[in-house]
Structures are given as structure tokens and as C-alpha cells.
């Protein structure tokens, strides 16, 4: 598959973006059982902003890969069959409910809760809508993953493993940024969000290292056989029905070389696993200021070519009437 | 219930590209906007046909064979491509089977077509929506049209009648008739998308002629018995 710049911007980045707010809100609890020091309200702003931010501007690269942005409203209609349709309901979910986070937070209205739960637990408005944006964020990783994982002509998504890998290094980025956030404000939650952080980066090297394995091990359904009809062992291509390409020949293929493809796989390997683990621990240990930072940076560019790589690394089953361009 | 679909002779398909310039030729033309092209005159030309004819060679020289491939929407029994949009633009018509794309609806995601195994549909760059064979749709219902003319662009502009239109769910059409006694076959099955539209087989007209067709033992047109009797008791003259 061609792998579209809009779409490897659009999931990395909501992907941060919901990170990050469930980083927040852990933190929240945390800070409400008492584990970790509580924070004033202008932490929660911020980093609802942040996370805000990037939802937003995951929504901005989404519309540029829609033909007819002006008519995006239409895609909630179908959101009993179809999972993009399904993402695009959530994602403005998600969008409202941690701009709501924010705003509670901003308003100070932890200091009144509605009610006390159990006779300890206070419960205010920013503890509900945190809780309802976490069921959305699950929610939003989950419709977004399936996009590609319901595709069962693509057998290198058909699989969980490609829910596991969104949700998973989406929840990596996020803690990272978190930890990023609060090293440059000097925050000592900085341990707990890199913790976390480390926690699931390993956990996603695990899924994504058994989609890479699962790669190699993939059977195509179709053959040319198949394709066309014909059983006889040689059957060649000689013309596609075009000149000079098609749709067929731009959407499905991505032009690279498989020796590309080689390295693309290492460099997201080094860049989205070992490298900013090491950088957040060497930050730990300088008590750095913008190591985490660095760390996330570094994470975001290999998501961006760990995505880069599971579009090209998918071969469609109607390449195989396109075998002159393969 | 009705399923409009296409059987398409590959014994007969000569790959001449006149099913391709007569459907960009109606479907260009017509209420829907325009096929649109890129560069058509230039170097590098591209666009967006409903209906592409391509050519593959099968087996090894000299054991080699021609084949010429007709291909376009299948208008699948279970369209893959329909559940997955998000507008709803995509969708399979009741009344006759034809799978169809709103062009009012349609955002331009192309997620349709990554649900196509056969790589039916095609984005337009210029209307910024997806595309993809209507079956005529406009022509094959418009009840001003003369009966013989309510059919495919392609059908009607295809010289050696290599394409054949008609409800494949009634046993007693052209088409399933062709479909049940000449082979037709569906693409790609694995995925059980139910294909509409069928394709007959090649086959290689080969004339056996028996030793005996050659010397017939009854040929009445075969030379006397030239024997010369000398005396014996020959089959006619034993009394009977
Ligand atoms: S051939 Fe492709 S576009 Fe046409 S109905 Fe089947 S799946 Fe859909
Ligand atoms: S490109 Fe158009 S027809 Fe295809 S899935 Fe998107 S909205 Fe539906």
C-alpha cells in the first residue's frame, strides 16, 4: 500500500494526543489515592492542551486525505458497518471530552465535588469526565486500529496484533510526552509518566516484534491463478490497461525498494524502542531538563516510519493485475 | 430478484479496447461529470475508465498463448467495498444488483477500494470522488432508449460480441445459460465476494478425426471390390 503522509500524521499523532491525556488522568488518580503529590490545576491545563493540540492537528492531516473534506459530517452516518465511520464519531468525542477535562480543571472545580463516594472518594466533575474520556480514548484506539485490522484482504492487518501495536505505542508516546511535559516544568512526576512510558514502549516492541514475525509467515489468499482464472503455472503480465499508470497503480504500491523497506524496518526499530528508553533513563539520571523531550521526538519520527512501514510492508491483492509495476 | 451483470468470452476477446473507449466515451459524457484525465495528450497520460482491458501471457515460448482480460466491476453478490463506507455513498442497488458510488456523498476517503480485491473502483483527481463501472446504469434504465440500445456501452461497442448483459439469477437468460453450459467461472472465489459478473473460459477448438472417419468400412463411395474370384464359393452365392 501506498502509505499516505496524512494518515501516518493522523494516527501517530491522535495516537500521542490520547496518550497523553491518559497519562493525565492517571496521574489524577494517583494523586487522589495519595501515591503520588497532587498538582494544581494549571498542570491539568496545560497538558489538556497539549493533548488537545494534537488531536487537532491529527484531524487537520486526516482532512487532507479526504477528496471532499467539506462533506466529512457524512461519514457518521454509517457507523454500523463501517469502522472509519465509527473513528470519525469518536474522534470528536474524545476531542470535547478532553477540552471539558480542561476546562474542570481550569474552573478549579476539583475543590467542589458533587458528591463523596464511599465516604473517601471525592467525586467532582473533572474525575467523571476524565473517566468518560478514557472509555472514549479506548474507544478512539480501538475504532482507529480497526480501520486497518478489519481489512481482510490485507492479511498483514487482518490480525489483533495491529490493535495491540495503536494502542500500545500510541500509550508509549503519550507517557513519553507526559514525562516531556512535566521535565520541563520540573515536575517530579516525571518518574512515574517515564516509568509507565518504558512499560508500555516494551510492551509494544513485544506486539510489534510478533506482527513483524507474522509478517514473514503470510500466505497471499490469490494468485495470478485465481486473479484471472487461468490454471497454468506462467502467467505474465504484458499490459495493465494504462499508459502511464493509474489509481490502481498510485493507491496500492509505494514505489520503494525492498532494501528500503530493510532499513525503514531497523531505523523504527532503534528509534520508537531502545533509543528514547535510553535517552528518559540518561535524562533520569542528569535530572534533565529536555532529555525527555528529545526522547519523545525521537519516538515520534520512528512512529512516523513505523506506520511508513506497516502501509508498505501490506501488498493488496489486486497488485496482482498490476504485476508490471510489483 | 434481479442481478444485472456481465459475462465476458475470453475465447473470443480479440483485445481491441473498443468496450474501453466506448464506456469513457458515454460515461464522460454523460449527467454524472466527467472521467477526468490527466495529461492526455502529453507524455505520462493517466485517468480515471471503468472498464480496462489488459493482456498477460500464458506459458513459455513457443508453448505460449494470448490471452486478452476485460476487466471491471464485478458487481459482487456480497460487495466487500459497500459495508465499509462511511457516508454511505457506496452502495448496492435492490431492485437490480448494481453497485453503485452517490457522487454527492462520496468524501474521496477511498477506503471502498481498499476493500475491492479485484481493483475495480478508481479515484477521480478531479471531482475528488470515487468512481467505478455503473453498468450504464443511465442507459440499461432509460425507457426513451430503443429496446436493443438499453444495454452496456461495451456490449453494444464490442465487434466480436465478446460481452454479453443480462440477469444472471434467471436461469433461462443469455447470460446464465452461457454461465451454465459454457463454463463460466467468477474472479478470485477465495474471498467469496459472489461475483455478478462471469468470465467463459478459453478453449482451443481441436478437430479429432478418427482413422475410421478417414476409411470408412460402410463408404459407399469406395471402389468396387476389384478382387478377381477364381471359383470359390464367394459370400452371394451361398443360398440362403
Ligand atoms: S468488484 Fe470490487 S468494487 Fe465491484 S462490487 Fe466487487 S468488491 Fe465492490
Ligand atoms: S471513497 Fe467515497 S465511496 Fe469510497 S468509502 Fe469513501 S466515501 Fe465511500
Same mark, same amino acid.
Given at each position: 500500500?501506498? *502509505?499516505? $503522509?496524512? /494518515? ?33 490545576? !494549571?498542570?491539568?491545563? +496545560? ?37 472509519? &465511520? ?32 464511599? +465516604? ?8 467523571? /469526565? !476524565? ?23 490485507? #492479511? ?16 508509549? &508516546?503519550?507517557?513519553? $510526552? ?33 506482527? $513483524? ?6 500466505? *497471499?489468499?490469490?494468485? *495470478? ?10 502467467? /505474465? ?36 524502542? *531502545?533509543? #528514547? ?5 540518561? !535524562? ?12 519523545? !521526538? ?18 493488496? #491483492? ?9 | ?14 483485445? %481491441? ?6 464506456? @469513457? ?56 467495498? =459497500? ?26 476517503? @477511498? ?21 467505478? %463501472?455503473?453498468? %450504464? ?30 440477469? =444472471? ?72
Amino acid at each position: 500500500m501506498h *502509505p499516505a $503522509l496524512s /494518515v501516518l500524521f493522523l494516527t501517530t499523532l491522535i495516537g500521542a494526543g490520547q496518550g497523553l491525556f491518559l497519562a493525565l488522568y492517571t496521574g489524577q488518580l494517583y494523586a487522589l489515592a495519595q501515591l503520588l503529590p497532587a498538582q494544581g490545576s !494549571g498542570f491539568y491545563v +496545560g497538558g489538556s492542551v497539549l493533548a488537545l493540540g494534537l488531536l487537532v492537528l491529527g484531524l487537520v492531516a486526516s482532512f487532507f486525505h479526504l477528496g471532499r473534506p467539506e462533506r466529512a459530517w457524512r461519514t457518521a452516518t454509517k457507523w454500523r458497518t463501517s469502522w472509519l &465511520s465509527r473513528e470519525v464519531i469518536v474522534l470528536p468525542a474524545v476531542m470535547g471530552l478532553v477540552a471539558l477535562y480542561g476546562l474542570a480543571h481550569a474552573l478549579e472545580l476539583t475543590a467542589r465535588p458533587w458528591f463523596t463516594l464511599a +465516604g473517601i472518594l471525592p467525586v467532582d466533575a473533572t474525575l467523571v /469526565v !476524565g473517566l468518560l474520556g478514557t472509555l472514549a480514548t479506548f474507544a478512539l484506539y480501538g475504532a482507529t486500529a480497526m480501520i486497518y485490522a478489519s481489512v481482510r484482504f490485507l #492479511p498483514e492487518w487482518h490480525s489483533p496484533l495491529t490493535v495491540a501495536n495503536f494502542l500500545l505505542l500510541g500509550l508509549a &508516546s503519550g507517557f513519553l $510526552l507526559a514525562a516531556a511535559y512535566s521535565a520541563w516544568l520540573g515536575n517530579e512526576l516525571v518518574t512515574f509518566f517515564g516509568f509507565w512510558a518504558v512499560v508500555a514502549t516494551g510492551l509494544g516492541l513485544v506486539t510489534r516484534g510478533a506482527s $513483524l514475525r507474522r509478517l514473514g509467515r503470510i500466505k *497471499p489468499k490469490s494468485s *495470478p491463478q485465481t486473479a484471472i482464472g487461468i490454471r497454468h503455472r506462467t502467467l /505474465v503480465q504484458i499490459a495493465q490497461g494504462a499508459t502511464a499508470g493509474s489509481f490502481n497503480t498510485r493507491e496500492f504500491f509505494h514505489g520503494a525498494s525492498p532494501a528500503t523497506l530493510q532499513w525503514v524496518r531497523r531505523l523504527f526499530l532503534m528509534l520508537v524502542f *531502545p533509543l #528514547p528508553v535510553l535517552l528518559l533513563v540518561v !535524562g533520569h539520571a542528569l535530572a534533565s531538563r529536555w532529555l525527555p523531550l528529545v526522547a519523545f !521526538g525521537v519516538q515520534y519520527l520512528g512512529l512516523l516510519l513505523e506506520r511508513w512501514s506497516f502501509f508498505a510492508e501490506a501488498r493488496h #491483492p489486486q497488485n496482482l493485475y498490476y504485476q508490471g509495476v510489483a | 430478484m434481479t442481478q444485472l451483470a456481465l459475462v465476458i468470452d475470453l475465447n473470443v476477446c480479440v483485445g %481491441c479496447h473498443a468496450c474501453v473507449t466506448s464506456c @469513457k466515451q458515454w460515461n464522460t459524457s454523460g449527467w454524472a461529470g466527467p472521467l477526468a484525465d490527466h495529461n492526455p495528450y502529453g507524455a505520462g497520460p493517466t485517468g480515471t475508465f471503468f472498464n480496462r482491458v489488459q493482456t498477460f501471457e500464458v506459458g513459455r515460448f513457443p508453448a505460449t498463448e494470448t490471452l486478452h482480460f476485460p476487466k471491471s466491476c464485478l458487481h459482487c453478490e456480497e460487495p466487500p467495498c =459497500v459495508p465499509v463506507c462511511p457516508t454511505g455513498a457506496s452502495y448496492k442497488r435492490p431492485d437490480n444488483g448494481v453497485v453503485l458510488v452517490d457522487y454527492d456523498k462520496c468524501i474521496g476517503c @477511498k477506503y471502498c477500494s481498499w476493500s475491492c480485491p479485484y481493483g475495480a473502483r478508481e479515484y477521480d483527481e478531479l471531482e475528488r470522488v470515487m468512481k467505478k %463501472c455503473t453498468l %450504464c446504469i443511465d442507459r440499461i434504465l432509460d425507457l426513451t432508449l430503443p429496446e436493443r440500445e438499453r444495454k452496456p456501452a461495451c456490449v453494444l461497442a464490442c465487434p466480436t460480441s465478446a460481452r454479453l448483459f443480462g440477469d =444472471v439469477h434467471d436461469p433461462d437468460s443469455e447470460v446464465s445459460i452461457a454461465i451454465r453450459e459454457r463454463g463460466g467461472y467468477a474472479l478470485m472465489p477465495e474471498w467469496g465476494t459472489q461475483p455478478a459478473n462471469h468470465y467463459l473460459p478459453r478453449r482451443k477448438a481441436r478437430l479429432h478425426i478418427d482413422p475410421d472417419e478417414l476409411k470408412r468400412v460402410d463408404n459407399p463411395l469406395r471402389r468396387e471390390d476389384l478382387t478377381r474370384y477364381t471359383g470359390e464359393e464367394a459370400v452371394d452365392d451361398v443360398a440362403w
